[in-house]
Every structure is written in C-alpha cells, then in structure tokens.
C-alpha cells in the first residue's frame, strides 16, 4: 500500500509538472500570437497612417513629395524587410525555443516512462515475492490442517473402533446373559414339565394300579358270585355282607 501511494504521489507530481509546462507553452503560444498581432496591428494602423500622410501630402504637393514619395516607399520596403527579418528571426526563435521544449519534455516523458517502468518492476517484483510467501504459508497451512485432519481422523477411527468394540463386548455379554438366562428358563421349564410328566405318570400309575385292583376285585367277585350258584340265596347275602364288613372294616 506504500508502494502504491508512492506511485500515485510521484505521478501526480509528473502529470501536475506536465500540466504546468503545456500551460507555460500555451501561454507562450499565446504571448506569441498576441505580439504577432500586435505587430500586424501596429504595421497595419503604420500603413493606415503613412497613407493618410502620403495622402495629404499628395493632396498639398504632388510634384513637390514625388521624391519623397520615393524615398517613403524605400523606407517602407527597407521597413518592411527589416520587420519580415525581425520577425523571421523571432519566429526561429520561438521554433527553437519549441524545439528545447519538446526535447525536454521528451526526455522528461522518457524518464517518467522509466521510473514507472521501474517503479512497475519493482511492484511486480515484491507483489510476486508476496505471492509467493503466501502460497507457502498457505501450503504450510494446508499440510498443517491435512496433519491435523488426519491425526483428528484417526482419533475418530480409534474412538469407533473403540466404541464397536465395546459395543461388542456388551452386546456378547448381553447375548450371553440372555443365552444363561434362556437356558435357566428352559431347564426350569423342562423340571416343570418333566415334573408335570412325572406327575402324570404317577397318576397314570395309580389309575392304572386302581384299574388293575378294580379288576382283581372284579375277577375275584366274578369267582364267588361263581362260587355261590350252587349255594342258597340266603348264603349269597352273608357272604355279601361277610365281604361288606370286610371293606368296611378296610
């Protein structure tokens, strides 16, 4: 930003010396043409008046101002050449003096074009040199964020790795809590059934004992009541009633 409002300062400087000089030669320009007219002005009111009095002396003695009539015109004709001669040189003068000028401003142009060439490449330059320590800081900084991302990374990666692991870990101690607490629900569920069973089987074994002593009982009334056919009526009762007291008495 120095570098710049240096430049600016200096150019400003050569634009307003630039100015100041074109407006030195506009107003020599200027004076010169105002003397030319002047002198245009002066030879032509000279003229206007060297004609009035040639005039009147015409008018007063024709004869008597012939020569000097004569004599006037080659004063004016040496007048005159003295004058274009004056002139002349003058304006050599202010060609010259043109010439100068434009030579200086040439050579102040070049040297302006030349200290801003110069002034240019050296902006260019240090422009460059700080574009270039700030593409390495940036790259400095990239690798330093890509470090930092891949350290960060691989934090996250053992964090997930250590939380899957956990989360493995808990989920086989779950999975074998619930195998352990399956397996209980099953043995007690089979000790329940098998003592259902067994239950089962042991009233099964009764009815069947039941069965088998109401059969017996069966066979052996069928084998008195056989016993007794050939027997009187009478003699069927008290045995009845012999075996009624019996199973009373069991």
Do not use: C
């Not at 002139?87 to 060609?95: S, V």
């Not at 045995?239 to 008495?249: I, P, Q, V």
Request: aromatic share 2%.
């Amino acid at each position: 930003m120095e570098l710049l409002s240096e430049m600016r300062t200096l150019t400003q400087d050569l634009l307003d010396n630039f100015a100041a000089r074109m407006e030195y030669v506009a107003d020599l320009r200027s004076n010169v043409r105002q003397e030319l007219s002047d002198i245009h002005t002066d030879h032509q009111e000279m003229a206007t008046k060297q004609n009035e009095n040639l005039n009147h002396l015409v008018e007063e003695n024709r004869e008597a101002t012939s020569s000097q009539i004569r004599d006037l015109k080659n004063a004016r004709q040496s007048m005159s050449a003295e004058q274009e001669k004056r002139l002349l040189q003058q304006r050599n003068k202010l060609l010259e003096q043109v010439s100068e000028l434009r030579k200086q401003l040439n050579a102040d142009h070049q040297k302006l074009a030349a200290d801003q060439s110069q002034m240019l490449n050296e902006f260019k330059e240090n422009l460059t040199a700080s574009t270039q320590a700030l593409l390495k800081d940036l790259d400095a900084l990239h690798v330093s964020m890509a470090t930092a991302q891949d350290q960060q990374l691989n934090k996250q990666r053992e964090d997930l790795r250590e939380q899957v692991k956990e989360m493995r870990h808990e989920f086989d101690a779950a999975h074998q809590e619930m195998a352990d607490r399956l397996r209980k629900q099953l043995a007690a569920g089979y000790a329940d059934m098998k003592n259902e069973v067994q239950a089962q089987q042991q009233a099964t074994q009764a009815d069947i004992s039941a069965a088998r002593q109401q059969w017996r009982d069966l066979n052996e009334l069928k084998s008195q009541v056989l016993g007794l056919e050939g027997q009187p009526k009478s003699e069927w009762l008290s045995a009845d009633d012999e075996e009624t007291k019996e199973e009373e008495a069991e």
